[in-house]
């Protein structure tokens, strides 16, 4: 049977159908992400955008795994290769045949805390030469910075960076002065810079309303200021924890665009860059090849 | 004529009312916060609360004097003493009679970006002696961190701290997890430790919801963690990025016990607790007093 991999976030669904040789030959993206199903079930969802390309080997990678979605596949603790992810794939009964759930990762952090990611392992596997050694970056709502070394992901950490953005600007008095949300390439660039100057973001985040109510900050400019900030402080802490190494960068176009440039004016512009959804594609199909493989 | 002192914030509204001598005779407290007069006339809610006072010589200090609100009083930079800001009251007629109103501060920090006061400036007027020198801490929804020498404010800085926790309880990740919103000590101590070791504030976040997905952390403590996560978070850099000097917190019993128990464990425990509302009320009065020595 050929393969149909599912990259199931929190927001969206992506769908990759491969080709009985293995060939990617068709992609889908649906806005029926885990918490936007309004009621419906995992199993209708997931009919409703691939059904018409069963019957085919199902497997998932992302949030749809996590405790209290569809099927929890029990977090893998780092260091983990992907033989040890395929290991743990957890696999169920449905009204579409059987579904495999790949597992996401723990790790303990430096300090000691629990971080866990789910789906970036799989976009790791997928953009990553399984030889290399790299600092893989995986930005948004959640970004997860992973030290990948012959293949295995020795750790993490994750950045709320674009969950952050999202709270202020909706929810908080940086907000209010804020008019539209288009980028504006020298307000990002100054607050980048002013964050990778200053270890301390809990102290800037505030001049996005300083400046504004000064004079200094445009109303149409604050939300690329407030986004500069959040990034360059990522940018700035996660280069600090981490030994330098090759970085790979899995966004796709805008947001690569970003930590391209934080990542530059730092002194350490991304070695390649992945698109996301290319990343989970080539993870999934690495995945199935492997059990296929050692079957 | 007597004094009526009006402390005017964001949520709500306090009003003191002196008596021919100068001594405070009665406190009203009032939820017609600036950001709460659903419509509401500004004459109209001082009436409301403090209309069977008068007349009376009226002083605002506050939120309500910020551009947009009853009348701006633009800001005074630092470093400020009291007769500078006694000097720019924004005085106007209503229907309650002449209405003076006490201006902001403003200052530039350490990395040339502007930040601003409003209401705390009387606080620390009415809370430090003339001739001291001291670290004022004025926590809550905006947290400042001001540097008083001689009774003159030099600077100041800024941490959302307040802010920051509600967002990220109400509309994040992080909320998802947490059961209530009661105090754990414990939870809190945690966060503080965690914070106070490790400066990457914005790196930590997670951990919230790390340790709860891998059964480190009950969902009824979570709250108490992450609000222990960023009063260490400000607690460690606030410190860090002022002289040593005698600590004068001004804040309500429960949030003066939060941070008196941070400021304890990063070894700076604070010299005096002073009530935000006594500060208020008795930094109007010093105002006051101010102007009528010097006409």
New interface residues.
């Given amino acids: 049977m050929s393969l149909v991999g599912i990259d199931w976030g929190g927001s969206n669904l992506r769908a990759f159908r491969f080709g009985a040789e293995g060939a990617l030959s068709e992609t889908r993206a649906s806005p029926l992400g885990v918490s936007r199903l309004d009621g419906r079930s995992f199993e209708d969802a997931l009919e409703s955008v691939i059904g018409d390309w069963l019957p085919a080997e199902i497997l998932v990678c992302g949030m749809a795994g996590t ?1 209290g979605a569809w099927r929890e596949a029990p ?1 893998v603790p780092c260091p983990a290769a992907l033989d040890q992810v395929a290991a743990r794939l957890e696999t169920f009964e449905t009204r579409l045949g059987p579904v495999r759930m790949v597992p996401g990762l ?1 790790t303990l ?3 000691g ?4 990611l789910r789906g970036e392992e799989t976009q790791i596997f997928g953009a990553v030469d399984p030889a290399a050694t790299a600092l893989v970056i995986a930005p948004g709502t ?1 970004s997860k910075w992973c030290r990948v070394s012959a293949g295995r992901i020795e750790g993490f ?5 674009g ?2 953005f999202a ?2 600007a ?5 907000g209010r002065l804020m008019r539209g949300r288009a980028h504006d390439e020298d307000a990002f660039v100054r607050g980048v810079s ?1 964050a990778l ?11 996005v ?3 504004a ?2 004079g ?1 900050l445009e109303p149409q400019a604050s939300a690329a200021y407030l986004s500069g900030l ?1 990034i360059g ?2 940018v700035r ?2 280069l600090s ?1 981490n030994a330098s190494a090759p970085i790979i960068l899995i966004a796709a176009e805008a947001l690569a665009d970003r930590y391209r440039t934080a990542l530059s004016l730092a002194g350490e512009p991304p070695q390649r860059i992945v698109d996301g959804a290319e990343a989970s594609a080539a993870g999934l199909s690495r995945i199935s090849g492997f059990i296929h493989n050692s079957i």
């Fill in positions: 405790r977090y723990s952090t430096a300090g805390l629990n971080d866990v959640h950490r994750t950045w709320m960076t969950e952050l709270v202020l909706a929810h908080s008095i940086l002013f100057e200053d270890p301390d973001i809990a102290g800037l985040l505030f001049s309303r300083g400046e109510l000064l200094r959040l402080a990522e802490s996660g924890a």
